[in-house]
C-alpha cells in the first residue's frame, strides 16, 4: 500500500503537526505517513506515544527529515 | 542515520515552563517602577547599588526566569534531552529566582547585609539544581542538532561561572569576604553573564528555532559550528586579561567579543532578509531589533578603554540599556509570542486528542494584533530610554512608565492565551 505523504517542509509550526496528525485520521487500516520536515519533530514524537503509534527517523543528504510513521511493529521495506 | 523507537520523555505540562513565563513580566514591571523614584541614583552611573538592584531584577527576575522555564521545556521537546527531576528543578528554580531576585534588590537597595546574605542562599537554590539537571540532561542528549549542543553546553558553563561570581561578589557586598578585586569581579561577573550565559544560549537557542519559527534557510554550518567556541574563547581572553592584568590580551578579548557580537546580528539579520515565508510578525520585529541593538553594541568592548573618561559611566550605562532591553529582552519577548500559544495548542492537542478545526490554532491563542500591540510599546520604551544616561535625570521616566506599560502588556497577552487554554479545558498539571 502507497504511503500517505505529508510533505509539510517549510511551514509554520503547527502546521506540520496539524496536516500529519489529519492525515493520521485519514488513512487506511496499516497505511504508514510519510512525513518531510525541515527540522526534528520532537514534540510530534510524544503524541505518537501517546497515539500507540511507532516512527522511524531519517536525515537525508539534503539536512531535511523524513519520518516514517505506522502501527507497530514499523516496517521500513515497502 | 535512523532513530526508531528511541524513547522520548513526554514534555514537561504546560504549567512547569508557564509559571516562570507568567512570573517574568512582572519582575519587567516592577524593575521600570522601582527604577522611577530613585531615578537620578542610577542614570549616573551603572555601579551604584540602585543600578545593579535594577539590573538584577531585570537579569534574574525577567531573564533568567524565562531562560530557566524555556531551557526546562527546550531541553527535553526540542532537543531530545529529558531534565531529570524537572517538576522539582522548576519548583526550586522558580521560587529561587523570585524570592531571590526580590531579596537581592531589596539588599542593594538598602545596602542591607541581612538581605544579602539571604539572598545569596535563596540564589543558590534557585540556580544550582537547575544547574545541575541541565547538566545530566545536556550531557545525556542525543540529538541530530549537535550545533547547538555546544553552545547550549558553554552557555551552561558561564551560567555557572556568573552564578559563582555573583554570589562571591554578594558576599563581598553583604561584608562576608575581602573587598579587594571587586571591581575585576563585577567586570567578570558581567562579562559572562551577559556575553556567555545570555548570547551563547540565545545563539543556541536560535540554531533551532530562526530557520524553525521564521521559516528561514539554516545558519551556515561552518558559522554555526565556530561562532560560540570563538566567543567563548574570547571572554576566556577577557578573564585571563583581567586576572593576570595583561592589557593586550585583553584587547583582543574585546575585540573578539564584538565580532561575535556583530557576527552573530549579522547572519542573523540575512537569514531574516532569505525567510521563505513573507509574513512579518511580532517575533519577526522583535528579533530584528534584537540583532540590530547587538550591532550598534559590537565597537563598544574594544572602544569602551579608550574614551574619554567623563564618557565611560553614561556609555557603559547605554550600552546596558541596548543589551537587556534592546537585545535580550526583545529576543525573549519573540520567543514567548511563539512558545506559548505554540504549548498550548500542543498540550491541549494532546490532552483532548481534538481533531484539527476544533480547538483553537496558534493565532487564535495569541493573536497577531496583541503582539504588535506589545510590539509597539516595547520599542517605543527601549528607543526613549536609550539616550537616558546623557539626558537629565527626568528625562528617563516616560520612557520608565511605556517599560512598564509594555511589560504589562506582555503578561496580559500571555494571560489571555492561557485563559483560553483553559477554556477548553486543557490541565496546566
Redesign the interface.
Known amino acids: 500500500m502507497e504511503d500517505l505523504l505529508v510533505d509539510a517542509r517549510?511551514?509554520?509550526?503547527?502546521e506540520p503537526?496539524?496536516r500529519v496528525?489529519?492525515s493520521l485520521?485519514q488513512r487506511r487500516p496499516s497505511q504508514r505517513v510519510r512525513l518531510l520536515l525541515?527540522?526534528?519533530p520532537?514534540?510530534l514524537?510524544?503524541?505518537l506515544?501517546?497515539?500507540g503509534l511507532?516512527?522511524?527517523?531519517?536525515?537525508m543528504p539534503d539536512?531535511n527529515?523524513c519520518i516514517l510513521i505506522g502501527d507497530p511493529p514499523?516496517s521500513?521495506e515497502r | 542515520m535512523s532513530q526508531a523507537g528511541l524513547s522520548y520523555e513526554q514534555a514537561p505540562p504546560y504549567g512547569l515552563p508557564l509559571r516562570y513565563f507568567l512570573t517574568a513580566p512582572l519582575f519587567l514591571q516592577l524593575a521600570a517602577v522601582a527604577a522611577i523614584p530613585g531615578i537620578k541614583d542610577w542614570t549616573s552611573d551603572p555601579h551604584t547599588l540602585a543600578a545593579i538592584a535594577l539590573t538584577h531584577l531585570i537579569t534574574l527576575g525577567f531573564l533568567g526566569m524565562v531562560m530557566q522555564g524555556a531551557l526546562l521545556q527546550m531541553l527535553p521537546v526540542v532537543l531530545g534531552a529529558p531534565v531529570p527531576a524537572a517538576g522539582w528543578v522548576a519548583r526550586l528554580g522558580h521560587t529561587g529566582l523570585t524570592l531571590g531576585a526580590l531579596l537581592l534588590a531589596a539588599g542593594l537597595y538598602r545596602a542591607q547585609a541581612t538581605l544579602l546574605h539571604l539572598a545569596m542562599a535563596v540564589l543558590a537554590i534557585g540556580w544550582l539544581p537547575f544547574l545541575a539537571a541541565a547538566a545530566v540532561s545536556l550531557a545525556r542528549a542525543r540529538t541530530m542538532s549537535r550545533l547547538t549542543l555546544i553552545p547550549l553546553r558553554l552557555a551552561w558553563l558561564s551560567a555557572l561561572l556568573t552564578v559563582a561570581l555573583g554570589l562571591w561578589l554578594a558576599a563581598v557586598l553583604a561584608g562576608i569576604l575581602d573587598p579587594h578585586a571587586i571591581e575585576r569581579g563585577l567586570g567578570l561577573h558581567l562579562a559572562w553573564g551577559l556575553g556567555g550565559w545570555v548570547l551563547l544560549l540565545v545563539m543556541g537557542v536560535a540554531y533551532q528555532v530562526v530557520p524553525m519559527l521564521q521559516i528561514t534557510p539554516p545558519y551556515p554550518a561552518f558559522y554555526a559550528r565556530w561562532a560560540p567556541g570563538v566567543a567563548f574563547a574570547a571572554l576566556g581572553l577577557v578573564s585571563l586579561a583581567t586576572v593576570a592584568d595583561l592589557p593586550a590580551l585583553g584587547d583582543l578579548g574585546y575585540g573578539l567579543i564584538g565580532a561575535s557580537l556583530a557576527g552573530f546580528g549579522l547572519v542573523t539579520l540575512d537569514l531574516q532578509r532569505r525567510r521563505r515565508r513573507r509574513v512579518t510578525d511580532a517575533t519577526l520585529l522583535f528579533w530584528r531589533l534584537g540583532m540590530l541593538s547587538l550591532l550598534a553594541l559590537a565597537p563598544l568592548p574594544a572602544l569602551y578603554l579608550k574614551l574619554p573618561g567623563e564618557w565611560q559611566a553614561p556609555t557603559a550605562m547605554t550600552a546596558g540599556l541596548v543589551f537587556l532591553l534592546g537585545f535580550a529582552a526583545s529576543v525573549v519577548n519573540g520567543m514567548l509570542y511563539k512558545i506559548v500559544p505554540f504549548l498550548a495548542w500542543f498540550h491541549l492537542q494532546s490532552q483532548t486528542g481534538a481533531r484539527a478545526g476544533t480547538i483553537p490554532n496558534m493565532k487564535e491563542f495569541l493573536p497577531d494584533t496583541q503582539a504588535m500591540r506589545h510590539w509597539r510599546l516595547h520599542l517605543a520604551a527601549v528607543l526613549w530610554l536609550i539616550p537616558a544616561p546623557w539626558l537629565p535625570p527626568a528625562y528617563a521616566a516616560p520612557g520608565l512608565l511605556l517599560l512598564a506599560l509594555s511589560a504589562h502588556v506582555l503578561w496580559r497577552n500571555l494571560l489571555g492565551c492561557v485563559r483560553l487554554f483553559r477554556r477548553y479545558g486543557g490541565r496546566l498539571a
Do not use: D, I, N, V
Not at chain 1, 10 to 14: A, F, R, Y
Open positions: 517549510g511551514l509554520e509550526p503547527p503537526l496539524e496528525l489529519a485520521a525541515h527540522r526534528e520532537f514534540p514524537y510524544t503524541l506515544k501517546q497515539m511507532t516512527y522511524a527517523t531519517e536525515l539536512g527529515f514499523l521500513r
